[in-house]
């Protein structure tokens, strides 16, 4: 009898002995001015402003804002040199800036939550829902006096997974930028009357570089998949991805065409030709695209602009596994796929998921970044970092295209943020 005692005892006691889940929740808000020693070596942190100051100072670098958070605490967050260093405006840390492929990632994780509504899949071939890209065709040559050109059948469609891993073999490079030229896709942005409808039709008639699957080609892909979000939605992209992404993590900055009352805030874009000088850039598309023009095309695959703590808000979702601001906008497991190697060995090294670099241990020698973090930036000089090993997240914002200045500020900024972790 008393044996049998003794065991109801242990029975009855073992739910407390054994370990219990934790209850920690991840940070839906940033937390400023607390203390990060435990982190990071303060001293050393410093060396950002350090060697941000010093590029600027040099003329080689016309701005920056930087910001760095760890676990949801603000590490890091300034601003260096000139909104427009010509009118002497320094920049503020809520400046704008173009983010260029940046859109990407928001309009890939848009689309997302109608995959998780099953309202398509993965395997589906593109013109199930847009029917201009039936009978695919590679381009076998091309004739650049009079822009004429061969193609044969592609061996297969032209899948949703190839578009969101760049493996459709849609192209802007070499001679297929200028077949897209000419046929009226505009390049990057417009600032002509042309919709995402109209765009996305005309590429679709354009010759692939490879059949599908068979390389990574970065393109205009994400261009593709935000006209059909827009057909499953039967919402604009912009008004989609704000009801969707933006509007529920609080990025109220972020947008393709700013309103009149945020255009001041506007970073001037500049270039920095081979041999320098620093100066403010002459393309026109690139310099008014946020705030002239007919307005009307919202290119999901580069053409948002907004400040680095709207961005870092996004990025620190993705660490989170898809919520922030109180609102979960992907699944947990919906983003684990998204972070997964989905090209093999097509992009090198390197890796790529379903809307980012996916840095692989065959990078790690090139990168001080660890291993299975997420990577992507923008053209005009933007970047980010979302790094789970660390609970990190990085990011540095420059308007600068081209840089021919010989330093690479995105990863000068891995550099010096990475090096004060304890």
């Not at 849609?170 to 200028?178: E, F, L, P």
């Amino acid at each position: 009898m008393k044996n049998i005692f003794q065991l109801l005892l242990v029975v009855l006691c073992l739910p407390a002995c054994v370990p219990q889940p934790t209850t920690e929740k991840t940070p839906q808000q940033f937390l400023y001015d607390t203390d990060i020693s435990d982190a990071f070596d303060t001293k050393r942190l410093s060396r950002i402003d350090s060697a941000f100051q010093h590029v600027v100072d040099a003329g080689l670098m016309p701005h920056a804002v930087t910001f760095v958070a760890h676990k949801g605490r603000v590490v890091h967050y300034k601003a260096y040199g000139w909104r427009d260093k010509e009118k002497n405006i320094p920049c503020h840390k809520d400046d704008i800036f173009r983010i260029a492929s940046q859109t990407k990632a928001i309009a890939v994780v848009g689309l997302m939550t109608l995959f998780e509504e099953g309202r398509f899949q993965l395997d589906e071939p593109i013109k199930k829902y847009i029917p201009a890209f039936e009978n695919p065709q590679v381009l076998v040559s091309y004739d650049k006096k009079n822009g004429q050109y061969t193609t044969r059948p592609a061996k297969c469609d032209i899948t949703i997974r190839h578009l969101i891993t760049h493996t459709s073999g849609i192209s802007y490079n070499g001679v297929h930028w200028d077949i897209a030229q000419k046929a009226g896709v505009p390049p990057l942005n417009s600032l002509d009357s042309i919709t995402l409808e109209e765009m996305v039709d005309r590429l679709a008639k354009l010759p692939l570089q490879h059949d599908p699957g068979e390389q990574f080609t970065y393109s205009m892909n994400i261009d593709v998949l935000g006209r059909l979000a827009e057909i499953l939605s039967g919402q604009d992209v912009y008004t989609f991805l704000k009801e969707r992404v933006l509007d529920p993590l609080g990025m109220y900055d972020t947008y393709f065409y700013l309103p009149d009352d945020k255009a001041s805030r506007l970073v001037t874009l500049y270039e920095y030709p081979v041999g320098g000088p620093l100066r403010p850039s002459n393309n026109v598309l690139y310099q008014t695209y946020p705030v002239a023009g007919a307005k009307t095309l919202y290119c999901t695959g580069a053409g948002m602009s907004g400040t680095i703590e709207d961005y870092a808000k996004f990025c620190q979702m993705v660490l989170n596994g898809g919520e922030f601001n109180g609102h979960r906008i992907l699944g947990r497991k919906t983003l684990e796929m998204m972070q997964q190697n989905g090209v093999g060995d097509l992009r090198g090294e390197i890796g790529f998921g379903m809307a980012w670099d996916v840095l692989r241990p065959e990078n790690a020698h090139n990168t001080i970044v660890s291993e299975g973090s997420m990577r992507w930036g923008g053209m005009f000089g933007t970047d980010y970092i979302i790094d789970p090993a660390e609970d990190l997240i990085v990011l540095m914002y420059v308007n600068l295209q081209p840089n021919q200045t010989g330093v690479n500020f995105k990863t000068l900024m891995h550099n010096v943020t990475y090096q004060a972790l304890k």
